[in-house]
């Protein structure tokens, strides 16, 4: 497996494992197979959210991952709120997945029935309180990436900025950065606020 370096000078592959497909419930032996499995084919970097799986991803990887912390990364996110109820969400959805073939339109109105947390909140002490529960969630005491989820220009403030480079500092958060879907802003937006960072 290709191996590249992290902004912390952290090795890991080249090829990650992104973990939105990863469920608990029913689902849960078969997304812990599927991450050995990743594992077995030499990946070693893992990205995850707190909103992914139904907002039991974190969980199933940090279970998964615990006895590989040492040579595998994690990035995880900030910015869209991990939905309430998970464990029960992922239950019914689990026992209502024969739907999906006979009923499909039922299906997608029960699939997409998910209310998400907070989005775009980036306040410093909510990025700070979210690292924390996503540290507890992944067993780990330090994320190799912390990614601001969906982030606008206006959201990366000064405060936010030295909330990060302090979380990096304690040693918590390898590197950070931002986890942009569809159109970028231009560098320039971004880049000033950050600065050398």
Avoid at 38 to 59: M, S, T
Avoid at 79 to 85: K, L, V
Wanted: charged share 20%; glycine share 12%; no cysteine.
């Amino acid at each position: 497996m290709p191996m590249v370096e992290l902004p912390s000078g952290r090795p890991t592959s080249a090829i990650g494992f992104g973990g939105a497909v990863l469920g608990g419930g029913l689902d849960r032996r078969k997304s812990l197979k599927l991450i050995d499995a990743a594992l077995d084919a030499g990946i070693r970097h893992f990205d995850v959210a707190p909103a992914y799986g139904l907002g039991l991803a974190e969980d199933i990887l940090g279970e998964a991952l615990a006895p590989h912390r040492d040579i595998v990364s994690i990035a995880t996110k900030v910015g869209i709120g991990r939905p309430s109820g998970s464990h029960l969400r992922n239950l019914v959805r689990g026992l209502a997945r024969p739907m999906k073939t006979l009923m499909p339109r039922a299906w997608v109105r029960v699939a997409s029935n998910v209310r998400y947390g907070a989005r775009g909140d980036f306040a410093p002490e909510h990025v700070v309180l979210e690292l924390e529960e996503s540290l507890r969630r992944l067993r780990t005491s330090q994320v190799d990436l912390y990614l601001m989820h969906q982030i606008r220009p206006a959201d990366m403030t000064v405060a936010l900025r030295d909330t990060l480079i302090s979380l990096q500092e304690q040693g918590r958060v390898g590197a950070f950065g931002s986890g942009v879907n569809g159109p970028q802003p231009p560098v320039s937006q971004v880049v000033p606020v950050f600065g050398s960072v």
